[in-house]
């Protein structure tokens, strides 16, 4: 083969810049793991160790407390619910209005700052403000969760927003739209299938944060976690964790089944699915394309 | 005014317009239901937050007059805390982007590895993290390792979960070139699943990283070290103006990590 | 901490000096329709939800008035509610009791007794006693082990021992607890070995000390005399294998708190009902039962300052 | 309902975006109500950028805009309300390159896109259209024969069908002007010429004033009365078709046409 | 390097999906090494279909396909090994309708997909490729005339030229075989041409064997020696492009070709 014009071979640019950035990291890390005062050592009988305790959490988990464990979880779903409900509804309208061409820089920052100073704030510290105001109470534990929701559903959102497609936007505009149908037509249907899954994903979040709530006495599985680890009934703790993974994962599942319903329209059991169709992943090239008319 | 003429066109049928009022009834009934189930459970007190919202007044004067002059005492924490977030990020995201090609459909044509991967991750993923650092610390011992252990598991949950999504939504093209010229399912994954990706990859470790520093304030309860540790101590001796402090930092780091994070991700796509 | 509670309007008989804080009471305020008693375990928190329902029961008949006890295992989260009226009456810890007066005008009203003491001694026990104990370890009256003269539980005991603590891995509770933390640690301190000197093991309980010890999680723990009963219960050679050596100076006993936003009327109708139930033989039963209190008296503000003051003098408060 | 097209009048128009770099120099038309003009030039001429000014979405820097009774100023000048502003718009319908459908939701939905000026925010919150509305969408369907896709998502439809329903959309909107900036240049060939050919229709049967930019000459020389020839921001060819002959289309493109730059079919079947 | 086309020999292949449907059905053919084959068809007649089953991307259901010493049989009867199957993938190129490029690589990553078969893991983990290889890239990059732009990312290449990175990649492969489905179908008119006359230099330059699927019939006309015309999953015509008359395309097209199907130039400039 030879060349058949004139263009001439570049040289491998050089990319300091990546080059330099990657050796930052690595030093980083690498002094991180040299300075930190841990004895490695531990990390030998990890092995033993974990088996050891794998053994007492689970053979056998102590069956007669499922119930219990059951009900304390099903008190922390409700809180995460609720607090996920909640969170959803004010952090919504918030987003919008912490969207860069929604909404005028006045607006924007102070809602950004508020998003990113409850994200800085420790669950317990933001509960025991709210403690003051709602009392040792589930009520409360809901609040904290919804006050954690917001600083991140907050930021999702509006990031989701300003990542709308642009070309609907303009249409709108053209159109003689106001503010209204910006918001409804323009960065809606576009940002929706993800904003409805960061809804989804930060509820499964929840569920897991009460656990740290049972702390200072809002209930539910938390709560009983956190007994049951202080006095060392690992049988118990296997036992809440079974129930604890067993509730998460069914959420996950149906979870899971309402995404892919609302990208696809189609209804589908996430672990169920490969078992009954068995097809080949999608691939664009091997669908028919789309026919043009005329 | 009609803008028909009628003239010589194809008459097409009007379709008629299709009822979705029952589903979104029934969508709204039930998520209506599951909430008003969930705030009887839980006792949903509305009257107490109008009776008594001054009582967060108070604390939350306090705790918006840091005491700058506390910031020597907590610089051991924060770096303890930096370094456990530096450490399980980069253990947590350097065994998680193998587990992502493995969890992702696009990417892992072996069902049987799929499914087991998939399932293994969503245990991984149920356990709430303060629960990781309290085994841990019975396995391991108190301190920061056993911090570290427990934020690795976090994290490689959180990131698998995301970095497998974002693959199942690339583009297959280019795989499908890759196989086509006969390359292995490894190599057309490294060559064009990973370049496609590395942006999202990039931007979820960082809010991995983000996360990591908020976790270290929980796994500390149960004396796994950091900042959690601290913020123990100071808020059992209701020193709101050393709390508000730390927040400060941490609130630092938060909005630090949130810009660097975009700029990176403008920079990478 | 400063005081905080001096704005309530009325008798606010405004302490002279932290230590001796009495708390506030309001002359205005309505008079309760429900109490909530907070309680922060020093047991295991799944007996304690159990065993409090007598007592809040017996309360509640008592004072005409429904009362509700709640368990929280958080010592700032307890103080918090009593100072925003959310829980009425508090049972807490000596630290916690002067904090919520300190910060919020709560009333230290009663304080318990334990075979008749109202202060008890801290401890300090191993799992390797050959390390510790100076003397070969015997048995007590309650048949567990005991060197170094602690036997009788009355501090200060076995302190020459400590010194040998350093390096050793400690389960302590959290820096609030004063029979967990602020006596032993302070004990320490006094003998030249600091916190940092230590390995700690955080655990929330006493009995969940006893058990990181007899488990093998750590060498030493810090825990009140002798939370090795509550434990012994499930595991009966907890005595054996787990030796108390050395005893802090007394610790007061952990009392009842009362809520500076209530007349002081109620106040002490909220005092004597206690008062009252802890003399009755089913009221001796349930607080034993809670809390192995045998009994309940007045508060003695200047003693309870003792925790404060041990706290101050490791640096905290 | 007007349904007449408008005069343009477009006189000494320059544009300098704010980069500094000057798309338009001293450009002044006369469009007459219900033309259809075909605009030329090479990528980046200032095609866009001359419709674009046309309704406001670029704001000029010298000269005036007139739009049946809105006159466009020069930033600096007074400037028209917001309201004027979205009044304008709503009697220009813009058919863009990319269609700019909303993409999740149904036909009927976009088209009523159109309507958005006209309706109250409650309507446009809840979709609630009303009856006359419906109907003049309905019949703008049946216009570019489409109208059984009605209640289909957009994003079901080919790139043709998305096209007619970006058509429908400008007609519910009973523009009086409409701009198509490269309406067919995603298109293949058979739906490029039903595209242009529903462009003419509209024209000559509702007398609406049609400004289309272009790419392929064949395709401008075909449809259009009128051409008009860009070159850097300037009008280098104003006149009827016809007289746009190879001299000139030298002039625009800077080189003579090769037989490849139309795609060649000289081999006809 | 092995330089020469390879003979494909297709007996009676059937292709049915998993779906149940039919797209090939009892479809013969031969084409010698070294030809450059135009299959021209309706959308959906099976043209991509049949291509693929060349290379394996889709199992054949009945028949057997010989490519060189290599047979592909279908389902259920004894397959090839997966390591002999990435052999015969190695030595078939294939040019997609839609580039599948790696847009966030550079453009010599892309290439060297070409040489994924003959690298061993590490290399392809580290993308540390071979002088010899890269040497091998350069050159292919040289002869579609983009060697210029090996170091820039594929995002930044406009449709011709990713096209043109796209065809280094299969040459890079040192096909005996070049499959090129709708190769140009995405592109503008001159850069189509490009394109086409690239893979016909390269058929005769190289004694490549060259499928080709095309959707303008006029392409297909000039750049091939030999037209294959399918409908409905049957080859339908066969024969040189001269053969191919106007009642043979109203049999592949199901109706008289109208002057729109091809974008029309009638009107010469
Ligand atoms: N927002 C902007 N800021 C700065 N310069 C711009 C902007 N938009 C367009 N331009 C420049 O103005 C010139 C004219 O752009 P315009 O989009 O009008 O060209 P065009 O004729 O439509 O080209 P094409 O056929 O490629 O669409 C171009 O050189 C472009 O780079
Ligand atoms: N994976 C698949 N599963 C089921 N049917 C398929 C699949 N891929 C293609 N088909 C069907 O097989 C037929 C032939 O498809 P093919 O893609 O080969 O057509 P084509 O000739 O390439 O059409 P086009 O010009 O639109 O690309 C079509 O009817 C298509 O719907
Ligand atoms: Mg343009
Ligand atoms: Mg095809």
Redesign the interface.
Known sequence: MSATAGSVRPVRPANWGQRAAWWLVSLIVVAAFWSVRIKWSALLDFPGQSAKYLRALFVPPAWHKAGEAFSSMILSVQMAWFGTVLGIVVSFPLSFLAARPLAPLGVRLPLRGLFAIIRAVPEVVTAILILSVTGLTPFTGALALAIGSIGTLGKWGYEAFEAAESGPLEAIRTSGGGMVALLRWGVWPSSAPEVLSFWLYRFEINVRASAILGLIGAGGIGKMLQDNVQFRNWDVVGMLLLVVIIVTMAIDQISGAVRVRLVSGRWELPLVRRLASGGAPRRKGLSPEATPPG | ?????GSG??P????S??DHRLRTGIVIVL?MA??V???R?????PA??LA??P??V???VQ?FQPDYSFFPQTLPALV?T???A??AT?VGSALSLPLAFGAS??AN?N?TV??VVRFVM??V???????YA??L?????????AG?LALVLFNIGIIVKLVSEALDGQ????Q?????????W???N???LL??I??SFASQVLYTF?LNI?AS??IG???AGGL??L???V????LYHY?SLI??E??V???LL?GFSSWLRKK?L | SQNAASGTNGSASASASAAACVGTSDPAAAAPTKLTLALVPSGDATKLVESVKPLASALSSRLGIPVEGVVTADYQAAVEAIGSNQAQIGMLPSLQMSQACDKYGAVPALQTLRQGKSTYAAQMFTNNPDKYCSDTPKPGANGMLYCNGTESGNGPAGLDSITKVKGAKVAMLSAASPAGYIFPVAALKAKGVSVGDVTPVKVTANDASVLAVYKGDAEVGFSYWDARTVVKKDNPDVGNKVVVFALTDEVPNDGMSITGKMSAQWQDKVKNAMLDYAGTPDGVKTLTAIYQITGMKPADVEALGQTQAAARSIGLG | MTRTGADIRIRHVGVTYPNGFTALRDVSLDIPAGQMVGIVGLSGAGKSTLVRTINGLVPITSGTITLGDHELRPAGQRQMASRELRQLRSSVGMVFQSFNLVKRTSVLNNVMMGRLYHNPAWRVLLAAWSKDDVELAMQALERVEIVSKAYEKAASLSGGQQQRVAIARTLTQQPRVILADEPVASLDPPTSHVVMRDLQRICSDLGITVLVNLHFLDLARRYCERLVGLRAGEVIFDGPVADASESVFEEIYGRSLSAEDVLDSGVRL
């Open positions: 005014m009609i803008p028909v003429d066109q194809r097409t049928a009007r379709p317009r299709p998520v599951i909430t189930w969930s705030a459970g839980i006792d949903v007190d107490a937050i008594n919202w009582n967060a108070g604390n939350l705790l303890e930096l370094q456990m530096v450490i980069a459909r696009a044509p069902l799929l499914r969503n245990l993923r149920s356990v709430p993290d303060i629960l309290a085994i610390v019975a396995i391991v011992g108190v301190g920061a390792l570290i583009d297959l093209g280019a499908e070139a890759a196989l086509a010229a006969g390359g292995s490894f190599g057309a490294r060559m064009s370049p496609q590395l942006p983000e908020r304030t929980v309860l149960v004396g959690g540790l913020i123990d101590n808020r059992n001796y209701f709390l927040i400060v941490i609130l780091l938060v909005v949130e990478l």
